[in-house]
């Protein structure tokens, strides 16, 4: 039983580069989120996909920040010209549908500088 | 006000007595409610999940809901090192959004040997 998978753990990159992340779900789960967590504060909740329909994004951050689920497996979540306020910790997270308990993977953590 | 609001501590308790962390949340509608744990440097992990208005045992962990006042806590019974943790909990309103969840900021807890 394999469990949320997320690709690069770490990142680090100058501001003004883009970066993409990649999560592999728990592989029976349709539902898949993705919520960004900084320091001392809780995950905010970004956008999620059911299968390949991405049902949320207007709390995507800005424009900067676009999701794909393409063939409902896999999702990538990429950051265009990155700001040091984009440093954080990203997380993916999945579910069942009509089940309202979503499982987290490790994270990615970005560091812009 | 904040969605989902918690002390963000440290709560300090010595090891073997009981931890009480409190979570209120602003939204009447909220249907369902979490907790995680989350270790320092990694990534959030359910503890438990209540949807009913009273107790909720698992193991050393009992979660209470008490939807009239809208709080929601977790205590942990027989308090261990390994429980130093930060606590998150979590609200999902049930809304179209399929499972988003709404995070408190967390309550840190230190439990001293």
């Known amino acids: 039983d394999t469990g949320v998978s997320q690709n690069p753990r770490h990142k680090i990159t100058k501001r003004g580069q883009n970066v993409t992340f990649r999560c592999d779900p728990i592989?029976?789960?349709?539902?898949l989120y993705w919520y960004r967590q900084t320091l001392g504060q809780g995950p905010e909740f970004l956008t999620y996909f059911q299968n390949e329909a991405q049902l949320e994004k207007s709390r995507l951050l800005s424009d900067r920040f676009s999701a794909e689920r393409p063939k409902g497996s896999f999702s990538t979540l990429e950051i265009q010209r990155t700001e040091q306020g984009d440093s954080a910790m990203y997380l993916c997270?999945?579910?069942?549908?009509?089940?309202?308990?979503?499982?987290f993977g490790e994270g990615s953590w970005l560091t812009v500088v | 006000q904040k969605e989902v609001e918690q002390n963000s501590g440290p709560l300090s308790v010595p090891e073997g007595a009981i931890a009480s962390l409190n979570c209120t949340y602003s939204?009447?509608?909220?249907?369902?409610f979490f907790w995680y744990r989350q270790y320092s440097g990694k990534s959030p992990e359910l503890i438990m999940f209540?949807?009913?208005?009273g107790d909720k045992e698992d193991g050393r962990f009992t979660a209470q809901l008490n939807k009239a006042s809208q709080y929601v806590s977790l205590l942990i019974r027989d308090s261990q090192p390994s429980d130093s943790a930060t606590y998150l909990c979590?609200?999902?309103?049930?809304?179209?959004?399929?499972?988003?969840?709404?995070f408190g900021g967390g309550t840190r807890l230190m439990v001293k040997p």
């Open positions: 592989s029976e789960h349709n539902r």
């Open positions: 979590a609200v999902n309103k049930g809304d179209n959004a399929g499972n988003m969840l709404t």
């Open positions: 939204d009447r509608g909220s249907q369902s």
């Open positions: 997270a999945s579910s069942l549908p009509y089940w309202n308990t979503i499982y």
């Open positions: 209540i949807y009913s208005n």
